[in-house]
């Protein structure tokens, strides 16, 4: 079982940045690969952005690349969004998430954090 708890959240202006964490509990942390999502209002959940175990591989959706940055710290069991140049697109709820291998699909997630609400104002 892994626990998720992600802060960092809230209103900003287009082209702000924020930081994003997500600190886990539970299994062990190293043993876990990370991932990013976010979900609009009245849109599928979008896969963000994801890390793997040891942290020395990274894969970004379409949308982000360029301006997110993932990154994690096994030491603090947390993993970190950097989101910079943001867009109104890019408000959503965002989820930080856990699976055994690094991928991009929803379904190869396993544990879940309860969302953390993102906006951006133009």
């Known amino acids: 079982q892994v626990q998720l708890v992600e802060s960092g959240g809230g209103l900003v202006q287009s082209g702000a940045s924020l930081r994003l964490s997500c600190a886990a509990s539970?299994?062990?942390?190293?043993?876990?690969?990370m991932g990013w999502f976010r979900q609009a209002p009245g849109k599928e959940r979008e896969f963000v952005a994801a890390?793997?175990?040891?942290?020395?591989?990274?894969v970004y959706g379409d949308s982000v690349k360029g301006r997110f940055t993932i990154s994690r710290d096994n030491a603090k069991a947390t993993v970190y969004l950097r989101m910079n140049n943001l867009k109104p697109a890019d408000t959503a709820v965002y989820y930080c998430?856990?699976?055994?291998?690094?991928?991009?699909?929803?379904?190869?997630?396993?544990?879940w954090g309860q969302g953390t609400q993102v906006t951006v104002s133009s």
């Open positions: 998430a856990a699976s055994s291998w690094v991928g991009t699909g929803i379904d190869r997630y396993d544990y």
């Open positions: 890390i793997s175990r040891s942290g020395g591989a990274t």
């Open positions: 539970g299994r062990a942390f190293s043993s876990v690969a």
